[in-house]
């Protein structure tokens, strides 16, 4: 979507970056580091991409495990499968789940899988546009976190050997972090490990809005991190809220990659549908560049996915 002129790019950068001070102002008021937006110039550009969590009942693996459903049913779902359906839908990334990715002997899928699955990728026309893993780090101190930690740093080895420049990393989630006053400084602590691998491997963080945290905690979390390797996977469908889009107004000039669900949850438990050319709006005013992917969680896949699909091409490109 082009600007019509450089003076409404001007307006555009002058009301993020005074929306960005007024952020700065508040959460520092409130003891967090002053660490700064991202830092982009110019126009809003969008990828769009569909995550294969969109088709997990479909995938012959889950977390390393042969895929059985309640059904009985066993799935034949391969990743490479999932790399022609993305073709089909006719999109430019392909974020390939590593719940879904056949393991090798020792639980994580081996360097000359991920490399088959590198090229197939390219030789399509598609980028790997991320993984996504999913660890937990306000687990508290000890083993666990240690095992946490150290599976996080393997999945961004892994990620390199793959060509995933984004991997999708949880902290937790909000109950855990409010259980015990030092959980959120063990969380960002995790996370910084795992940044200074990723930044030696090149690799992005993407920290999801996952578990019911909030627009603060992300904040939080994203701001005591010092690595410009770490970001938000900015979940549209993630914040309970009866606000919403005021929390991806706060949160998006943080976020190195952007996930769109087709349903938002308020707090009250009750599900409407997103509206997807305001999310779009949302991240066309604030600058946002990089990918938008569709991760469809509804039941009616075979027709939603396409759907979706069309709905956000629109509302992205026009």
Request: with cysteine; net charge neutral.
């Given at each position: 979507?082009?600007?019509?002129?450089?003076?409404?790019?001007s307006r555009r950068t002058a009301m993020r970056s005074m929306a960005g001070i007024a952020a700065l102002s508040s959460l520092t008021s409130q003891g967090v580091s002053a660490r700064q937006p991202i830092s982009r110039d110019g126009e809003a550009r969008f990828r769009l991409g569909l995550a294969?969590?969109?088709?997990?009942?479909?995938?012959?693996?889950?977390?390393?495990?042969?895929?059985?459903?309640?059904?009985?049913?066993?799935?034949?779902?391969?990743?490479?499968?999932?790399?022609?359906?993305?073709?089909?839908?006719?999109?430019?990334?392909?974020?390939?789940?590593?719940?879904?990715?056949?393991?090798?002997?020792?639980?994580?899928?081996?360097?000359?899988?991920?490399?088959?699955?590198?090229?197939?990728?390219?030789?399509?026309?598609?980028?790997?546009?991320?993984?996504?893993?999913?660890?937990?780090?306000?687990?508290?101190?000890?083993?666990?976190?240690?095992?946490?930690?150290?599976?996080?740093?393997?999945?961004?080895?892994?990620?390199?050997?793959?060509?995933?420049?984004?991997?999708?990393?949880?902290?937790?989630?909000?109950?855990?972090?409010?259980?015990?006053?030092?959980?959120?400084?063990?969380?960002?602590?995790?996370?910084?490990?795992?940044?200074?691998?990723?930044?030696?491997?090149?690799?992005?963080?993407?920290?999801?809005?996952?578990?019911?945290?909030?627009?603060?905690?992300?904040?939080?979390?994203?701001?005591?991190?010092?690595?410009?390797?770490?970001?938000?996977?900015?979940?549209?469908?993630?914040?309970?809220?009866?606000?919403?889009?005021?929390?991806?107004?706060?949160?998006?000039?943080?976020?190195?990659?952007?996930?769109?669900?087709?349903?938002?949850?308020?707090?009250?438990?009750?599900?409407?549908?997103?509206?997807?050319?305001?999310?779009?709006?949302?991240?066309?005013?604030?600058?946002?560049?990089?990918?938008?992917?569709?991760?469809?969680?509804?039941?009616?896949?075979?027709?939603?996915?396409?759907?979706?699909?069309?709905?956000?091409?629109?509302?992205?490109?026009?």
């Amino acid at each position: 979507m082009l600007y019509k002129n450089s003076q409404q790019i001007s307006r555009r950068t002058a009301m993020r970056s005074m929306a960005g001070i007024a952020a700065l102002s508040s959460l520092t008021s409130q003891g967090v580091s002053a660490r700064q937006p991202i830092s982009r110039d110019g126009e809003a550009r969008f990828r769009l991409g569909l995550a294969a969590y969109s088709l997990r009942p479909k995938f012959q693996f889950m977390k390393g495990k042969r895929q059985r459903l309640k059904s009985g049913d066993v799935p034949g779902m391969t990743m490479v499968d999932f790399l022609d359906y993305c073709v089909e839908m006719n999109v430019d990334g392909a974020e390939l789940t590593s719940y879904f990715i056949a393991p090798g002997s020792d639980g994580f899928p081996t360097d000359d899988h991920l490399r088959d699955l590198r090229h197939a990728a390219f030789v399509r026309g598609l980028t790997i546009c991320g993984t996504a893993i999913g660890n937990n780090f306000t687990v508290g101190p000890g083993e666990k976190m240690d095992r946490e930690i150290a599976a996080a740093q393997t999945w961004i080895r892994k990620a390199s050997v793959l060509g995933a420049p984004h991997i999708r990393f949880f902290a937790g989630t909000a109950a855990q972090l409010a259980s015990a006053p030092t959980r959120m400084d063990e969380a960002i602590a995790g996370i910084q490990k795992c940044a200074a691998l990723a930044a030696k491997h090149g690799i992005f963080l993407g920290v999801e809005n996952h578990g019911k945290l909030s627009a603060d905690q992300m904040i939080q979390l994203i701001r005591g991190i010092e690595s410009r390797w770490v970001g938000i996977n900015l979940d549209t469908g993630n914040f309970i809220s009866d606000d919403p889009y005021a929390d991806l107004e706060r949160c998006v000039p943080y976020a190195v990659n952007v996930q769109v669900k087709v349903t938002m949850t308020d707090e009250a438990g009750n599900r409407t549908p997103s509206d997807i050319p305001r999310i779009a709006s949302i991240l066309r005013e604030s600058g946002y560049q990089g990918f938008v992917v569709l991760e469809y969680e509804e039941d009616d896949r075979t027709e939603g996915i396409p759907r979706a699909l069309e709905e956000l091409r629109e509302a992205l490109f026009g």
